[in-house]
């Protein structure tokens, strides 16, 4: 079973940039997802972006795209993502998440299709 544990969380101001990483405890064979997804306080589980591992295909909520990254070192089982230009709206705890199944392209926002989470790192921006 796959444990996964984020870091690299924090706080940090309007504009101002984080990476945080999703190291696994196993290698994730090629065609499984791994994504993160946040959570606002009193709000629901938003995702945030998704890649199939070892493939180098990401996609990313509207909400983030042009200022987010995620990637990947397969060598380090460790799923990053780069954290730019963050806003207050960004402030969530993150969570990444694996599937055990193999897919073609990732089930974006199926939070429900994700069978291994981390139990998060909390981003706050202040403005």
């Known amino acids: 079973q796959v444990q996964l544990a984020e870091s690299g969380g924090g706080s940090v101001q309007a504009g101002g940039s984080l990476r945080l990483s999703c190291r696994a405890s196993?290698?994730?064979?090629?065609?499984?997802?791994m994504a993160w997804f946040r959570q606002a306080a009193g709000k629901e589980r938003e995702w945030v972006a998704d890649l199939v591992s070892n493939t180098g295909r990401a996609t990313y909520a509207n909400s983030v795209k042009g200022r987010f990254t995620v990637s990947q070192d397969s060598a380090e089982n460790t799923l990053h993502l780069q954290m730019n230009g963050l806003q207050p709206e960004d402030t969530s705890i993150y969570y990444c998440a694996t599937t055990d199944n193999v897919w073609r392209s990732c089930p974006s926002g199926q939070g429900n299709e994700y069978s291994y989470w981390g139990q998060g790192t909390q981003v706050t921006v202040s403005s």
């Open positions: 196993e290698y994730i064979r090629t065609g499984r997802c």
